[in-house]
């Protein structure tokens, strides 16, 4: 099943855009899983059990699992063995290298680690994204226009007359011959996604921001979507995984992602009928 | 020691310009290590113990040791354990994240595996790089124009009549108030390595794409170093570590090391006297 399939069934399914980050920080893990083997797994397995029916998506934040040492690298073939096969899988590093390179970190995380898509940073060009889109069945989310503040460093530079990300949209939307490229555009920035939104009307948008980052909902789901209501996947991830401090850190993530995914679900119903 | 005094150390003691780039690909190792228990680890153990007089950086792409899996994460300690504490020790990343994530990076390279410094890439602002550049014993080497292909996609583009790559060096100089941010910059594009070192005279610039990349090494040594003939890291990767495919990789790899250091010290003497 291409990329493209799979989401629309994953969309369709859990009647969902939210996409949960799993950036799991060990320092924020509840005391009463540290005598745990491997806290980290068992925290994203309670998690996952909690949320999965309410999720399009899973993001694993690939840096809190790098800072988890040796045992990170088990961590993420375990929690990608607890997500239910019709889910996505996004590996979130923002690679980006020489060819010779990012074919490594292609490889790793598609064929060792089996996720479905990875988030690249395009500054280093095609061959640094070309081995993250040999396969329509893999998607490579290529930052466009990020959520954080260091966004307006470079990616609004003026050039003919459109900012950079705008340049980025139109490559990354002349690469995507087999239909498996994504833009990540920040929820921060609405009426950006608007414009970027209306460049790649068929174009899968990873859209993080909302939460802690204080990103606009309505018009990030308004914005996002294509024309039918699906391809934004909105990602939320310590507004949920970190909604409670305590033991019922899954209840209290259910809450949440329930909370989420019916605000996104109004809101879509508001603009796509 | 902050990162500028032990990088001029380095350079001087071992009279070298020279970064020995550790990507260990695990497919290229000699046979005859197979058998070890770490047959990566033990790669790099050999080359280093053969080069370690000749060069003043070991850059490790981490790509290849991620690669590796769960051993991975080990091999970096050992390998970092291998080389002489005198000598600048590179995490080649190109990491480039949101303030909480890089920070998540930084931990890991700085204070887990104790590197020097570490690549980034420029994309997402200065709130991905700070973390990067909390101590002025840690050097953070910002991508400004890379060695590849893909070069020609965004970093060329032009911001106010001059390329973007431009606008990342002049950033980097704002940024650099602790005088520990360096700057990549290919050999590929020796006229642009040449306005790069006129803007930032005195910066360490990390130059890669000498040898299998074909880069002039000619132009590389006199535009790249500072007016004194220092301050370049010349990054030599595969034409040095797999001179050899055969059990004499440590003693080729060593003759490979002498010949480059030799070729850019005449050329340092018929620049910089």
């Known amino acids: 099943m291409t990329f493209k399939e799979k989401l629309g ?28 083997k491997n806290p980290q797994q068992e925290f994203n397995r309670q998690i996952i059990e909690a949320t999965k029916d309410l999720a399009c ?16 690298y088990e961590t993420i073939h375990e929690t990608l063995g607890c997500i239910p096969a ?7 590093g923002k690679r980006g290298d020489i060819g010779n390179t990012a074919e490594q970190y292609a490889k790793i995380i598609f064929d060792d680690w089996k996720f479905d898509a990875a988030t690249v940073s395009p500054y280093m060009g095609k061959d640094s994204i070309d081995p993250f889109i040999k396969s329509e069945d893999h998607c490579a989310f290529i930052l466009a226009l990020t959520s954080n503040p260091g966004s307006r460093d470079f990616q609004y530079l003026e050039v003919n007359g459109r900012p950079l990300y705008e340049h980025v949209t139109a490559k990354a939307a002349g690469w995507n011959l087999q239909n498996n ?7 921060t920035h609405p009426e950006e996604l608007k414009r970027v939104r209306a460049m790649v009307p068929g174009m899968p948008l990873l859209i993080p ?32 995984i970190f909604a409670s ?3 019922d850190f899954g209840a209290k993530a259910r809450e949440s992602a329930v909370k989420i995914q019916n605000e996104i679900n109004t809101i879509r119903g508001k603009y796509f009928g």
């Open 245 to 247: 401090a305590g033991d």
């Open 181 to 187: 490229i994504g833009l990540v555009v920040g929820a």
């Open 57 to 72: 998506a899973y993001k694993l934040n690939l840096a809190f699992y790098e800072s988890a040492g040796e045992q990170g």
């Open 86 to 92: 019709e889910i996505i899988t996004i590996a979130d």
């Open 9 to 36: 069934h994953a969309q369709k399914r859990n009647n969902s855009l939210l996409c949960i980050g799993l950036d799991t920080d060990i320092s924020k893990i509840p005391r009463s899983l540290k005598g745990h």
């Open 209 to 240: 921001g909302i939460g802690t980052q204080k990103g606009d909902l309505d018009a990030t789901v308004q914005y996002g979507c294509d024309k039918t209501g699906y391809l934004a996947l909105i990602n939320v991830s310590r507004g949920i």
